[in-house]
């Protein structure tokens, strides 16, 4: 049955549900009412709803927000500072001597806030973070109004956060508690990586994740290096090593996984766990292509991140979603690899999955919470329009994206920012520029 009123009722030229692979829906409406969707339907038959607010899309694609799966927001304070170096270089040289001398809350706060507004304003509405101060991830997250998941990074050494592993994880714990009644902020644990993080902590992980009933998320298999690493240390390579230790669940969100044989692409498919794909920041730091079409036909899920400003540049999802469909037919030599309906479920329903949210949101269907983001086609960028699902991957840039909302509630209004003020944003920027600058 229709409903005869709601608060909202959006009208779009297509909707692109995600429901099926490359569902299209022409001149339909989407009724929202308490952040929910309760009726998706023809736009000619929507004038018996009445509505607080009508906003008609007119020639843009309506479709559900972005999932950026594997991201260090606050990092956005370091974007451009060192580029071109190789891996040790940079990190050893440039970025942790940075992060030694800046990273506090308020670093993490006003970095993070810049990068949720670039991430908005590419039609972003969850993110998946990983870093430190988890506090200033969890309020920027709150002030932004996306759904953020807040990683707290475990790590064997000490950084300006914590001393040792024990001492990460009750830091994490103390600061989750504070934001546990926060619908939109939940906390993950998140040991920082095979090489940073021993058996013990791992295996005290597993535990707490259990008794908390949190998601765990790790960068595992990034480089070739890291591989061969870890079967020199432990004698065995780093996801057999994680198998052992019972990280392998559906809990588990896998940043990278470039470097697996076919044995682990299998194994990563039967044991349910998510796979964050970053192909920008896989490039950029020369890592490798990660075999995305084999674990999709193995039947694994796997999301899309940015990973940090640092290694991207850009926290630029339609850019992700474009370069996951360009990329894995480079890999494979197969150009009907990861077409682009799938790349845009791998960007949604498939990054909702991964944080336990694919019954919530991800796709257009009444009964779920509304994210979702308009894009304009009406430009000369994609003009004609024959399909927009074609449109949105390979042609549309993130400044087509209009409208973001996030259970129903306006994030980006007509491209201006809704909940985050720009002025105040490059201000901020401009300030820790010259911190960082004069040390
Ligand atoms: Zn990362």
């Known amino acids: 049955m229709l409903p005869t009123h709601c608060d909202t009722l959006i009208s779009a030229r297509w909707i692109i549900t995600v429901e099926h692979d490359g569902e299209v829906l022409e001149n339909h409406s989407v009724a929202i009412e308490k952040g929910h969707i309760?009726?998706?339907?023809?736009?000619?038959?929507?004038?018996?709803?009445?509505?607080?607010?009508?906003?008609?899309?007119?020639?843009?694609?309506?479709?559900?927000?972005?999932?950026?799966?594997?991201?260090?927001?606050?990092?956005?304070?370091?974007?451009g500072l060192a580029d071109d170096k190789t891996l040790m270089d940079w990190l050893n040289n440039h970025i942790w001597p940075a992060e030694g001398r800046h990273v506090r809350d308020d670093f993490v706060?006003?970095?993070?806030?810049?990068?949720?507004?670039?991430?908005?304003?590419?039609?972003?509405?969850?993110?998946?973070?990983?870093?430190?101060?988890?506090?200033?991830?969890?309020?920027?997250?709150?002030?932004?109004?996306?759904?953020?998941?807040?990683?707290?990074?475990?790590?064997?050494?000490?950084?300006?956060?914590?001393?040792?592993?024990?001492?990460?994880?009750?830091?994490?714990?103390?600061?989750?508690r504070e934001y546990l009644g926060e619908e939109l902020v939940t906390f993950t644990l998140a040991p920082h990586a095979p090489y940073t993080v021993s058996d013990d902590t791992f295996r005290k992980v597993v535990t707490l994740?259990?008794?908390?009933?949190?998601?765990?998320?790790?960068?595992?298999?990034?480089?070739?290096?890291?591989?061969?690493?870890?079967?020199?240390?432990?004698?065995?390579?780093?996801?057999?090593?994680?198998?052992?230790?019972?990280?392998?669940?559906?809990?588990l969100i896998a940043a990278h996984m470039v470097h697996l044989s076919e044995e682990e692409v299998a194994l990563a498919a039967r044991h349910g766990l998510s796979i964050a794909h970053n192909p920008?920041?896989?490039?950029?730091?020369?890592?490798?292509?990660?075999?995305?079409?084999?674990?999709?036909?193995?039947?694994?899920?796997?999301?899309?991140?940015?990973?940090?400003?640092?290694?991207?540049?850009?926290?630029?999802?339609?850019?992700?979603?474009r370069l996951a469909a360009l990329l894995a037919k480079v890999g494979t030599g197969d150009p009907t690899a990861v077409p682009a309906a799938t790349a845009i479920r791998m960007a949604t329903l498939n990054g909702a999955r991964a944080l336990g949210l694919g019954e919530r949101t991800g796709s257009v269907r009444v009964g779920k919470e509304a994210d979702l983001i308009a894009i304009d086609l009406a430009r000369v960028e994609t003009a004609p329009a024959f399909d927009p699902v074609s449109h949105v991957v390979y042609a549309a840039g993130r400044e087509q994206v209009s409208h973001v909302w996030v259970k129903g509630r306006p994030l980006l209004k007509a491209h201006r920012l809704v909940t985050l003020d720009e002025q105040d944003l490059l201000g901020r920027a401009e300030d820790w520029r010259n911190r960082i600058l004069s040390h």
């Open 38 to 79: 309760v009726a998706i339907l023809p736009t000619a038959a929507a004038a018996g709803i009445a509505s607080d607010e009508h906003i008609d899309l007119g020639q843009q694609v309506l479709m559900p927000g972005l999932v950026n799966l594997h991201g260090h927001s606050s990092m956005t304070l370091l974007r």
């Open 109 to 176: 706060f006003d970095g993070s806030l810049l990068a949720m507004a670039e991430m908005i304003r590419c039609g972003t509405t969850t993110i998946n973070d990983m870093y430190f101060f988890h506090g200033a991830v969890a309020r920027a997250g709150l002030a932004a109004g996306m759904r953020t998941f807040v990683g707290c990074s475990i790590l064997e050494f000490p950084t300006n956060y914590a001393n040792n592993a024990d001492d990460y994880i009750s830091k994490a714990l103390a600061e989750r």
């Open 209 to 251: 994740a259990e008794e908390e009933d949190m998601l765990i998320h790790c960068h595992i298999h990034e480089t070739a290096d890291e591989v061969e690493g870890g079967v020199r240390e432990h004698h065995q390579r780093p996801l057999a090593r994680l198998k052992a230790l019972g990280l392998l669940t559906p809990r």
């Open 280 to 321: 920008s920041s896989n490039m950029k730091l020369a890592s490798g292509i990660a075999p995305v079409k084999a674990l999709l036909d193995a039947g694994a899920n796997v999301g899309l991140g940015t990973d940090g400003a640092a290694s991207n540049n850009k926290l630029d999802m339609l850019a992700e979603t």
